[in-house]
């Protein structure tokens, strides 16, 4: 398959854990993603489980695969997704990032908010994956610029993907709903109008779409990926919505731009 000029970037909202290995209709757009677009040189992750003092990235050769969480079955406990790493586009992503100073983590593998869409994703698992950390305590206007600062990568047949949530309460969250709580499937909209409208300074400013916010973001984790993301999205992308949907008060509403 013919590479485009410039690979896609995608924001994925990754929800539950148990996502990676159940067959359901959110790991079947995963999946049909991965059949879909143009196979990647290499893979960039930046996960909402991954926050540090600093920039860090994976210099791993081979990374390996990280279950952090706990309370799950042994199943997902015995997942092992076995991309290579890419030593070379680490330091490269160090050098594209200058004067910022960017940590080669050679111990550090791949959290769950990575290996946990990429193993539906591209299950071979045969595309080298560097993971980049989030800045801890970092504003979301700055990890949008770090996305900016990116978006080079996409010439060069790197796909980048984002994932955490865009709406993630796990304080309000009920196991039994199988619908949204009100105000999460308010605020949710709100972020898919503005997405679609391209007004990205409503959605780095997240505080100005209303009091809603507060209770989708209490803390901002899952929701920086998304606005790294949006940093990567070049005037002449088109912007499409996949998983628009929302369980209790997370949202797995995720966009591709392409």
Not at 5 to 24: K, L, T, Y
Not at 39 to 67: D, F
């Amino acid at each position: 398959m013919t590479q485009p000029d410039r690979m896609p970037v995608m924001f994925v909202g990754h929800g539950n854990p148990m996502n990676a290995i159940e067959h359901n209709a959110f790991s079947a757009q995963w999946a049909e993603l991965g059949r879909t677009l143009p196979k990647p040189k290499a893979i960039v992750c930046l996960s909402a489980h991954w926050e540090t003092e600093g920039l860090r990235v994976t210099s791993s050769a081979q990374p390996e695969t990280i279950h952090d969480f706990y309370g799950f079955p042994k199943a997902l406990f015995d997942v092992q997704y076995r991309a290579p790493g890419d030593p070379a586009l680490a330091r490269e992503i160090v050098d594209l990032l200058k004067p910022t100073q960017v940590t080669e983590d050679e111990q550090r593998g791949l959290d769950h908010g990575v290996w946990g869409v990429l193993a539906p994703m591209f299950p071979e698992a045969d595309i080298p994956v560097v993971q980049l950390s989030l800045w801890r305590g970092k504003s979301a206007r700055y990890h949008f610029e770090l996305g900016q600062r990116l978006a080079t990568l996409r010439r060069q047949g790197v796909l980048v993907v984002a994932s955490g949530n865009i709406v993630h309460n796990l304080r309000t969250f009920d196991f039994n709903a199988t619908e949204a709580t009100p105000w999460a499937a308010e605020f949710d909209a709100k972020v898919q109008s503005a997405l679609l409208s391209r007004d990205f300074d409503a959605l780095v400013d997240y505080q100005s779409l209303g009091q809603q916010a507060t209770l989708a973001i209490p803390s901002a984790e899952h929701y920086l990926p998304f606005v790294s993301a949006l940093g990567l999205v070049e005037p002449e992308d088109q912007i499409r919505l996949f998983n628009p949907k929302t369980l209790s008060s997370i949202s797995m509403t995720s966009f591709l731009a392409s």
